[in-house]
């Protein structure tokens, strides 16, 4: 097991935007959920993302944190073969509430949709990246005031 300089797990499950990036080469912003050792992004045939992985699986992504008042900065880099997976709605709940917040009556409507449409008919699906390369740096400094 890889030993890390901070505890991924727990930066991983702040509500944070990764980028991932795909053969193009394109970089596009994401929200993903972290669960099970992968991150899980949704994604469909309306998005340009889906047909990048169905033509090729090879993927980067990147999660980063800077804050420049306290010097914190963390980021971590996975690297692997991105698998597009059928759509559930639990799933897609807890990832959504971990950006949008618990009330869904909140929730802007091009959210909600996912949650309460048939996946299979709109094509919604994820796509899971099991990183087969993390790396993680602490590149904090120290704020002198």
């Known amino acids: 097991m890889a030993v890390h300089p901070f505890d991924v797990d727990t930066f991983l499950h702040k509500p944070l935007t990764a980028r991932v990036a795909t053969h ?6 994401v929200w993903f959920l972290w669960e ?6 949704l994604t469909g045939p309306w998005a340009r993302l889906y047909e990048r992985v169905r033509a090729d699986p090879a993927v980067a ?55 309460h449409d048939d996946p299979a008919r709109r094509g919604t699906t994820w796509l899971r990246l099991e990183p087969s390369s993390l790396t993680a740096k602490d590149l904090s400094y120290t704020v002198v005031p």
Not at 79 to 104: M, N, W
């Open 61 to 115: 992504l990147v999660v980063d944190e800077c804050e420049l008042a306290t010097g914190l900065v963390r980021q971590v880099i996975a690297r692997g073969r991105a698998e597009l997976v059928p759509f559930d709605v639990g799933r897609g709940r807890r990832k959504l509430t971990r950006y949008l917040g618990a009330d869904e009556s909140r929730w802007d409507a091009r959210f909600t949709h996912y949650l």
């Open 36 to 41: 099970e050792g992968a991150f899980w992004i």
């Open 24 to 29: 193009g080469p394109t970089v596009r912003p």
